[in-house]
């Protein structure tokens, strides 16, 4: 069995991981997290609930554990678009859980609304 460990992940992000129960890699995590670590374009399809935020998401917050430089005043590291505000605020716990333990914050913005 592959651990997240295993994956090359950072060890601040494998730890939220265990402080989460996260045991092993799903699938879609195994297939993506080692080419999105690549920094590599990734397409991932799979149904509800089998982690593909977290898919796209470790390795996001790896890549910003490798290289803890903050941001440039009036920007940020990482965008993520998503097509609804129920699903942004989900992404966002996810980062928020995942990255616990890294110094990085993250925001919620949303448009259209009045």
Avoid: W
């Avoid at 730890?15 to 092993?24: I, T």
């Avoid at 670590?37 to 890549?63: C, E, N, Y």
């Amino acid at each position: 069995m592959t651990s997240f460990h295993d994956l090359g992940l950072a060890e601040t992000i494998t730890r939220a991981l265990a402080a989460e129960n996260y045991a092993a890699p799903t699938p879609i995590q195994l297939q993506t997290i080692p080419v999105a670590l690549s920094r590599r374009d990734v397409i991932g399809i799979a149904q509800t609930g089998t982690g593909k935020t977290a898919a796209f998401a470790l390795p996001i917050l790896h890549h910003l554990a490798s290289d803890p430089r903050p941001a440039p005043r009036k920007s940020c590291r990482a965008l993520v678009l998503s097509p609804t505000r129920e699903l942004s605020g989900q992404i966002l716990d996810s980062f928020q859980t995942y990255g616990r333990y890294l110094k990085v914050t993250g925001a919620l913005v949303i448009g259209g609304v009045p």
